[in-house]
């Protein structure tokens, strides 16, 4: 992929460059805020309340007879936020929560007798910013642009979801990415959005360090109508200690609107910092095409992913299987099925699970 894709980030960011150059509009939540069914709060004045409940029964299975199930929402999909903007200035404050076991942590994290290290509440985002002219400039909590731009998966935050079994990366510079302590900045002009991130903490507790950068740029029916593409990268400025320059992951990803009902999407990222998708060193290639279709109340989700490690004994393919029944506009019932088979060993992990969420 390294030819193709040096190519194509010239491309994308001399064309984009020159157009933001021209003129740029300000747009604050976005990529950044709730998804489109806790829309309540995207826009207009004032101060909107916003949440999101889930819960979920899973069952996980690795080999023969071992399995472990659970009625929980361990991705936290649960969500409480505020929006308000008054004049330029746009703020957001989104935390997690689990109705299944009250901890708004994940089931691997054991929490001690008095619960101390454990809350009810988890800050997923929070910032603070001005919509200008040229676009949002924002200080904060942000899901980072490597997570937001591109992201297709109808499924994340639960057991199915693509970066849990290998469809995407995963971890803090990868899909799962929430940026503490960081600067950002989010523009959009005609068929052109760009974000750009960077780290401003040298604490050691902080999640991203000072220096620590992502960005992406997307175009959306630019050449051709329901077509949308675009470029993400993420960079670690410390991985590899002192005199390093570094480690990161880019994705180059796309989706088109075949016909009403029917749209199909593409991702191809090269990693270097998805230990949990690639556990030696995190380095490798992960492909994923799928695609959506609508049928009355209903959303398949269907994908296949290939998963090329830097080590060939973690070489894997993922098939993955979602079917979303909307109850109202506001609610709906999910059945799905992910499976991530180990090319080596032709071993493979098993994710089934059924839930139910409710926006408002």
């Known amino acids: 992929m390294g030819k193709f894709m040096k190519k ?13 150059a021209v003129s740029g509009s300000a747009i604050a939540g976005g990529e950044y805020g709730a998804d489109s069914k806790m829309s309540s709060a995207a ?6 309340f916003y949440g999101r409940i889930y819960v ?22 649960s969500r409480l936020g505020i929006k308000f903007k008054e004049g330029m200035l746009v703020g957001n404050v989104e935390y997690k929560f689990d109705i299944g076991d009250g901890d708004g942590t994940s089931d691997s994290k054991t929490c001690s007798a008095t619960l101390s290290d454990c809350r009810t509440f988890n800050l997923h985002i929070g910032n603070l910013g001005l919509a ?15 997570k937001t731009f591109g992201q297709y998966d109808l499924n994340m935050d639960t057991a ?13 510079f990868g899909i799962a990415g929430n940026w503490e302590s960081a600067l950002s900045y989010h523009a959009k002009m005609g068929p052109v959005t760009l974000a750009y991130m960077y780290g401003m903490s040298d604490r050691a507790n902080a999640n991203v360090q000072q220096g620590d950068y992502s960005y992406a740029i997307k175009f959306n029916d630019f050449l051709v109508s329901g077509l ?6 993420t960079h670690d400025n410390e991985e590899g200690g002192g005199g390093n320059s570094g480690a990161g992951n880019k994705k180059v990803f796309a989706s088109y609107k075949v016909m009403p009902g029917l749209g199909i999407f593409y991702s191809e990222e090269d990693t270097e910092l998805a230990s949990g998708t690639f556990a030696t060193n995190g380095d ?8 959506h279709y609508t049928m009355g109340n209903k959303v398949i989700q269907f994908a296949l992913t290939q998963g ?15 079917l979303q029944n909307n109850l109202s506009k506001n609610s709906d019932v999910v059945f799905g099925y992910s499976r991530k088979g180990l090319e080596s060993t032709g071993g493979s992990t098993r994710n089934w699970g059924i839930g139910i969420t409710h926006s408002f």
């Open 160 to 172: 199915v979801a693509m970066n849990q079994n290998g469809g995407q990366s995963d971890g803090n």
């Open 228 to 233: 949308e593409f675009g470029v993400a990268a």
């Open 132 to 146: 200008t002219p040229l676009g949002y400039v924002g200080a904060g909590t942000f899901e980072s642009p490597y």
């Open 284 to 291: 490798g290639e992960i492909l994923t095409v799928g695609t």
């Open 308 to 322: 090329d490690a830097n080590l060939a004994t973690e070489d894997y393919k993922t098939i993955s299987l979602s």
């Open 43 to 48: 826009a207009g004045s004032g101060v909107h």
């Open 56 to 77: 979920g029964f899973d069952r996980n299975s690795s080999g023969a007879g071992t399995s472990t199930d659970g009625l929980r929402d361990d991705g936290q999909k």
């Open 8 to 20: 194509l980030y010239s491309i994308l960011m001399l064309v984009t460059m020159s157009t933001v």
